[in-house]
């Protein structure tokens, strides 16, 4: 294991890439910003688990097929919204499977 000095650094001492070798901690104002962007992706993903549990609940099967749609649309747009929040939002670095894919 390497230490945190040579994080980013090559063979010969080169660095690798083109960024810093060890990127900054995010201030205070911009890890806020970026929770008050969170805070409608959560309300989404609640509401979409509100929706799925009634459906459940349900025994009227049009009922239930209709709140499972619409909690689909709302885990939709909390993901559309977590994907438009940028990179610093991401939890999968960047690395995403096509919806339905195993």
């Given at each position: 294991?390497?230490?945190?000095?040579?994080v980013g650094?090559?063979?010969?001492?080169?660095?690798?890439?083109?960024?810093?070798?060890i990127?900054p901690?995010s201030?205070?104002?911009?890890?806020?910003?970026?929770l008050?962007?969170?805070?409608?992706?959560a309300?989404?993903?609640?509401?979409?688990?509100?929706l799925?549990?009634?459906?459940?609940?349900s025994?009227?099967?049009?009922?239930?097929?209709?709140?499972?749609?619409?909690?689909?649309?709302?885990r939709?747009?909390?993901?559309?919204?977590?994907?438009?929040?940028?990179?610093?939002?991401?939890?999968?670095?960047?690395h995403?499977?096509?919806?339905?894919?195993?």
């Amino acid at each position: 294991m390497r230490p945190e000095s040579q994080v980013g650094v090559g063979p010969g001492g080169s660095r690798v890439g083109a960024g810093p070798a060890i990127t900054p901690p995010s201030c205070g104002r911009d890890r806020r910003l970026l929770l008050e962007q969170f805070r409608p992706v959560a309300l989404h993903l609640e509401i979409a688990e509100l929706l799925e549990r009634r459906a459940g609940l349900s025994d009227n099967r049009v009922l239930a097929d209709l709140l499972e749609e619409r909690a689909a649309g709302h885990r939709q747009a909390a993901d559309r919204m977590r994907c438009s929040l940028g990179p610093a939002a991401r939890a999968d670095d960047g690395h995403r499977e096509a919806v339905g894919q195993v």
